[in-house]
C-alpha cells in the first residue's frame, strides 16, 4: 500500500507562482515514475506532468509545458510541481499519483497506468 499527501496548494493572483509537494510512503519511491493530475471544476481529471523513477526523464501536458517543472527528491520521498506564471484556467484540485518502475514516455498522460493517488491539494488563480 501507498500513501501520498499533497501539500502546497492556496489561493494566488494571475501570473504568480506555487510549488505543490508530494509525499509518499509504504514503498520503495525511488524505483517508480510520479505525475501530477488536475480537475478543474465541471470537468473531468486531466494530465500535467509526469517524471521518470530517476527524474532523468519528464512528460508535460502542452497546457502547462515551459510553465511547471516537476521533480523529485528519492532521499525525501517526495515529488514537487513548481508551477510559475499561473493562469486562471490553471484553477482546479491537483492530485499526484504512483506510477509505473518502467518509464512510459508519451503515455505516461494515461490514467490507468498510475496505482495509487493523493486526495489533492485545490489550486485557485484569481484573475
Known amino acids: 500500500q501507498v500513501q501520498l499527501v499533497e501539500s502546497g496548494g492556496g489561493l494566488v493572483q494571475a501570473g504568480g507562482s506555487l510549488r505543490l509537494s508530494c509525499a509518499a510512503s509504504?514503498?520503495?519511491?525511488?524505483?517508480?515514475?510520479m505525475g501530477w493530475f488536475r480537475q478543474a471544476p465541471g470537468k473531468e481529471r486531466e494530465f500535467a506532468a509526469a517524471?521518470?523513477?530517476?527524474?532523468?526523464?519528464?512528460y508535460y501536458a502542452d497546457s502547462v509545458r515551459e510553465r511547471f517543472t516537476i521533480s523529485r527528491d528519492n532521499a525525501k520521498n517526495t515529488v514537487f510541481l513548481q508551477m510559475n506564471s499561473l493562469k486562471p484556467e490553471d484553477t482546479a484540485v491537483y492530485y499526484c499519483?504512483?506510477?509505473?518502475?518502467?518509464?512510459?514516455?508519451?503515455?505516461?498522460?494515461?490514467?490507468?497506468?498510475?496505482?495509487?493517488w493523493g486526495q489533492g491539494t485545490q489550486v485557485t488563480v484569481s484573475s
Open positions: 499519483a504512483f506510477g509505473s518502475g518502467v518509464w512510459m514516455g508519451n503515455r505516461a498522460k494515461e490514467e490507468r497506468l498510475y496505482s495509487y
Open positions: 517524471i521518470s523513477w530517476s527524474g532523468g526523464s519528464t
Open positions: 509504504g514503498r520503495t519511491f525511488r524505483s517508480y515514475g
